[in-house]
């Protein structure tokens, strides 16, 4: 595990989670979401087409979140946060298209939390490997400009050996650990990232691996309990 260990902070806990368009068990999803209690939720594969605010509000009420940004702006990128977060301000970017190939984006938020301030940012790059490299360029240029403690979460279709894992994770820390995400019911790849800025202490990153996470969707979830640096 890498990270800043120790010394004061405000605690956050962060999952990210692709939840591959709500089409398994509903029930075993919510329980998890539910039990793991986030404060902010990093969700890929939300709803993005017909009826998606009504679809993402009752997804974040189901889970006892409130909707803080995402969903079609952002092409299925989705960010949901419980009361002990406000949000400051919000922001999506979609990513050049590629002719025939789906239209992919990013969603960003500024929050704060027991006056603890932090942006957190996820992605759903593209399956294509001649698209990704460009996909993650357009998201660590927005990155990149971004001050204070930030959080990036992203299934990113490729393990960390990955050009484009790479290049998103570069100046961030994350889990040396690399257990696999994908497919839920028989792991075997690692393609699921939650990196954090330096100064951001990572006290717990966990993927989730249990007979729930198997049928709730078709990638496992990564948990991060994180200590922002204080105000």
Known sequence: MSGVAGGPGVP??????????????????????RDLAPDVLVVQEAPRRFRWRQKCARLASETGLVVAAGGLPSLG???????????RRSWCMRYPLTPGRHLRGAVFAEGAVRG?????????LATDPAERPSQAACWKAEL?????PMIVAADLNEGPGGGAWRMVEDGLLGSAEN????????????????FV??????ERYE??????????????????DLLLPSS
Do not use: C, K, M
């Open 144 to 148: 990149d400009r971004i001050e204070g």
């Open 116 to 124: 603890a301030t932090f942006t957190v940012s996820g992605s759903h």
């Open 197 to 202: 800025t330096p100064g951001v202490a990572i």
């Open 77 to 87: 990128n989705l960010l949901l946060v419980s009361l002990r977060v406000a949000i």
């Open 207 to 224: 993927i989730i691996s249990t007979e729930r996470t198997r049928v709730a969707s078709d990638h496992l979830p990564i948990v991060a």
């Open 12 to 33: 956050l806990r962060v999952v990210s989670y692709n939840v591959h368009g709500l089409r398994d068990d509903r029930a075993a999803l919510i329980g998890l979401v």
């Open 179 to 194: 257990a696999p995400t994908f497919p839920a019911a028989v792991p075997s790849r690692r393609i699921d990232g939650l």
